[in-house]
């Protein structure tokens, strides 16, 4: 990991870095979206979408997407909004946790091998990390080292602060585990759809083929052409169940190289942390 020296001007501005941030939307703790964010991009992309195949539906191909994407007994929908969520959601998450990545190749503690880390000189090393950003508190790395220095003058054993890290560490982690709340519960929901269509189309198929049966009487001819609306219904059974399981699949798979890149993220901030300050520490206290 290479370093950059420090500069009277921040080094990274969150503002610039952050997704959310750099287009003026409510931004979320750490690598988490904010949930309104991901709301009103999914309302645009939304729109966006359906827009353009409504524009297009006198086309042939412009046809069939709207049928796909609104025919069915309207359960699309709702399939295709929380996909769009989704993908927003991972989107967005993505970018912030390469916004936070930055944070880590920012060399606040002097590279000096003399350089010892005390009660004495944290205000410094916190000056340092306070000027290489505009807002430190915004970047999970650095807000964790800043919050142990400054208890440095609390701390009896060196052990402690290792212990305090490992502490915000695991609170960080569950935090970032907790945002994909929303996420976990879409991934439910959205076969649900489906299968709801499922029901929905075979029980339209089945009342369709009960009427059927009953006008047409004895005609083969009739029945025959009639049970041409039966097959409806199944479409709705089948095809709601497919876009559903499809999505899922794609989101299900895209959110877990999502998790693995967040985990690795904070692993990557775990060795920083030991590196930067518990290599560096001397407790001038007598330890216990």
Known sequence: MT??????????????LDPEARFGLPTGHGTTPSSLACFLLTTILGAAAYGIAYGFRSEEWGAIAWTYMTGFGRI??????LSIWSLVFLGLKLLKIRAQRAALHIAFVPEDPAFVLTE?????????IDRASDD???????ARCRAVLRMMRNLGRVSDVDDILASRGDQD???MDSGYTILRGFIWAIPVLGFIGTV????LAMKRF????????????????????????????????AEALIAVLFIYLLQTMVRRADEQL????????????????????REV
């Open 3 to 16: 370093s950059r020296p420090l500069s009277s001007v921040p080094l990274i501005v969150y503002s610039n």
């Open 76 to 81: 699309p929908i709702p399939i295709i909004l």
């Open 120 to 128: 004495s000189t944290a205000d410094a090393v916190i000056d340092a």
């Open 136 to 142: 430190p508190s915004r970047f999970i790395f650095l």
């Open 173 to 175: 982690e569950s935090s």
């Open 200 to 203: 929905v189309g075979l029980t």
């Open 210 to 241: 009960g009427d059927t049966m009953k006008a047409a009487g004895k005609d083969v001819a009739e029945i025959t052409d009639k049970l041409k609306t039966v097959l409806e219904g199944l479409d709705t059974a089948f095809i709601t169940t």
């Open 266 to 285: 904070f692993d990557d901030i775990r060795s920083a942390c030991s590196n930067a300050i518990v290599a560096r520490v001397r407790i001038s206290k």
